[in-house]
């Protein structure tokens, strides 16, 4: 009897143990399949992200406004460099081809309110870099954001330098800045002077200029540098941007104190309005503008062939020495011409031109963390990235403003209905003709 409990007491604790035995090695093997799992998860999180998702930049501009021609420019640049990356580069090498998605932000043109945009589209991540905003009372107002999301932003055309003086880490300023935009306009003049057998010094100089940070940055250079050089301004004007709808009484005060030059530093609305005015009284004193409005497609649509002969500074033309002598920049040249109908202005250039220097930034490191972009970005210049020299100046931003400390101002006149580069000869591509009969001068 015991030995029969004793084999049955066996033959139990046998089973148990088998049991025992199968439900460790199913345990085990359930454990090993999931760590295969979580290790392939693992391995495919390692994996370069598809070449289907697109590495984002936002372009900030003013789309809607009183200056929605300039984020006009933006945009098309923005498209123009989306089909460049994408079809003719091949998108991010260094990241498997992923593409490029330039979405355009507006900011609208009110510097009040403009940050209310931007602050919203960071918040929800996934930008790489911001291109703009090219209006520098709008700019000023990113820098505290850029700072507090943490991404690097590349101006385009933004021309006051007070930009990259305010201790922002996260900002890049590539375009001239009006400080040397006065100097060149001046020094285009007293040549100017000298083609009308003129001294420069004899002739009655008049600055206008609209009032909010570009144009007030315009007329403090203007107004330092003319007394430097002993010049005559004898008028001195400024007018409120958002309520300036008649410059009659304005022009009619240039042309009572006989004002040889005009020095207009103004937007697209305001130089329609200051050019109607001055031919309803037969008003034609010399233009040299200040950039901006002077040197875009619109103001040949808003004057039409009246446009030929006046003459601007900026910090972009089209036909510039760097623009022509680059291929893969003519390449985009020629697309935006034939897209869009029209050159590549002040606006879109620089704003393209920002656009491939960010690009490059992100090809060359191979990664899209904003903060590795921002620090790639300080280490190139015109001897390491073309897209630097198609700028005028070799220069690179510097380590502690984001300022590019090379680029140089250049002077445009508008000929045949188009703006071409006649100033300073190192960066010229045409000739000065005489506004009056759109010839050459003789001397």
């Given at each position: 009897?015991?030995?029969?409990?004793?084999?049955?007491?066996?033959?139990?604790?046998?089973?148990?143990?088998?049991?025992?035995?199968?439900?460790?090695?199913?345990?085990?093997?359930?454990?090993?399949?999931?760590?295969?799992?979580?290790?392939?998860?693992?391995?495919?999180?390692?994996?370069?992200?598809?070449?289907?998702?697109?590495?984002?930049?936002?372009?900030?501009?003013?789309?809607?406004?009183?200056?929605?021609?300039?984020?006009?420019?933006?945009?098309?640049?923005?498209?123009?460099?989306?089909?460049?990356?994408?079809?003719?580069?091949?998108?991010?090498?260094?990241?498997?081809?992923?593409?490029?998605?330039?979405?355009?932000?507006?900011?609208?043109?009110?510097?009040?309110?403009?940050?209310?945009?931007?602050?919203?589209?960071?918040?929800?991540?996934?930008?790489?870099?911001?291109?703009?905003?090219?209006?520098?009372?709008?700019?000023?107002?990113?820098?505290?954001?850029?700072?507090?999301?943490?991404?690097?932003?590349?101006?385009?055309?933004?021309?006051?330098?007070?930009?990259?003086?305010?201790?922002?880490?996260?900002?890049?300023?590539?375009?001239?800045?009006?400080?040397?935009?006065?100097?060149?306009?001046?020094?285009?003049?007293?040549?100017?002077?000298?083609?009308?057998?003129?001294?420069?010094?004899?002739?009655?100089?008049?600055?206008?200029?609209?009032?909010?940070?570009?144009?007030?940055?315009?007329?403090?250079?203007?107004?330092?540098?003319?007394?430097?050089?002993?010049?005559?301004?004898?008028?001195?004007?400024?007018?409120?941007?958002?309520?300036?709808?008649?410059?009659?009484?304005?022009?009619?005060?240039?042309?009572?104190?006989?004002?040889?030059?005009?020095?207009p530093s103004s937007y697209p609305n305001d130089i329609k309005l200051i050019f109607t005015a001055m031919k309803s009284l037969n008003y034609s004193p010399l233009i040299v503008g200040g950039g901006a409005a002077m040197t875009w497609p619109s103001l040949y649509k808003d004057l039409g062939d009246d446009v030929n002969g006046i003459t601007s500074v900026d910090s972009w033309c089209w036909n510039q020495k760097g623009a022509l002598n680059n291929e893969k920049w003519m390449e985009m040249n020629n697309y935006y011409e034939e897209t869009y109908g029209e050159f590549i202005a002040g606006q879109s250039g620089p704003t393209l031109v920002s656009i491939m220097l960010a690009y490059q930034a992100v090809e060359n490191i191979g990664d899209t963390d904003p903060v590795k972009v921002r620090d790639e970005l300080r280490r190139l210049n015109s001897d390491n990235t073309e897209w630097?020299?198609?700028?005028?100046?070799?220069?690179?931003?510097?380590?502690?403003?984001?300022?590019?400390?090379?680029?140089?101002?250049?002077?445009?006149?508008?000929?045949?209905?188009?703006?071409?580069?006649?100033?300073?000869?190192?960066?010229?591509?045409?000739?000065?003709?005489?506004?009056?009969?759109?010839?050459?001068?003789?001397?």
């Amino acid at each position: 009897m015991f030995k029969r409990r004793l084999a049955l007491f066996l033959a139990m604790v046998m089973i148990v143990l088998t049991f025992a035995g199968c439900g460790s090695s199913t345990s085990n093997t359930s454990t090993t399949v999931e760590n295969q799992v979580a290790e392939k998860e693992v391995e495919d999180s390692k994996e370069p992200v598809s070449s289907k998702e697109p590495v984002k930049f936002l372009a900030y501009a003013c789309i809607t406004g009183n200056n929605a021609e300039s984020g006009r420019q933006v945009t098309m640049a923005a498209e123009t460099a989306e089909w460049y990356i994408n079809e003719k580069l091949g998108g991010f090498k260094s990241l498997g081809g992923r593409p490029i998605k330039i979405e355009v932000l507006d900011s609208t043109s009110d510097a009040a309110t403009a940050s209310l945009p931007l602050e919203r589209a960071l918040s929800s991540g996934g930008y790489t870099a911001v291109i703009g905003n090219s209006t520098s009372s709008i700019a000023l107002t990113m820098l505290p954001i850029l700072e507090k999301y943490e991404i690097p932003a590349i101006t385009g055309a933004a021309a006051n330098k007070a930009v990259t003086e305010q201790g922002c880490s996260f900002v890049f300023q590539p375009a001239a800045t009006s400080s040397s935009f006065i100097p060149t306009q001046l020094d285009f003049l007293e040549e100017f002077a000298t083609k009308l057998g003129k001294n420069v010094k004899d002739l009655k100089l008049g600055l206008i200029y609209a009032n909010d940070a570009w144009g007030t940055d315009q007329a403090k250079n203007t107004r330092e540098q003319v007394k430097a050089r002993g010049l005559n301004l004898v008028l001195d004007e400024s007018y409120e941007i958002n309520s300036f709808t008649d410059a009659s009484p304005l022009i009619t005060k240039f042309r009572n104190a006989g004002v040889d030059v005009i020095l207009p530093s103004s937007y697209p609305n305001d130089i329609k309005l200051i050019f109607t005015a001055m031919k309803s009284l037969n008003y034609s004193p010399l233009i040299v503008g200040g950039g901006a409005a002077m040197t875009w497609p619109s103001l040949y649509k808003d004057l039409g062939d009246d446009v030929n002969g006046i003459t601007s500074v900026d910090s972009w033309c089209w036909n510039q020495k760097g623009a022509l002598n680059n291929e893969k920049w003519m390449e985009m040249n020629n697309y935006y011409e034939e897209t869009y109908g029209e050159f590549i202005a002040g606006q879109s250039g620089p704003t393209l031109v920002s656009i491939m220097l960010a690009y490059q930034a992100v090809e060359n490191i191979g990664d899209t963390d904003p903060v590795k972009v921002r620090d790639e970005l300080r280490r190139l210049n015109s001897d390491n990235t073309e897209w630097f020299r198609v700028l005028n100046g070799y220069g690179d931003f510097d380590d502690v403003t984001g300022l590019n400390t090379g680029s140089r101002a250049v002077m445009m006149q508008w000929q045949n209905g188009k703006p071409h580069c006649i100033f300073p000869e190192e960066f010229a591509t045409s000739q000065l003709l005489n506004p009056e009969t759109m010839e050459p001068y003789d001397n």
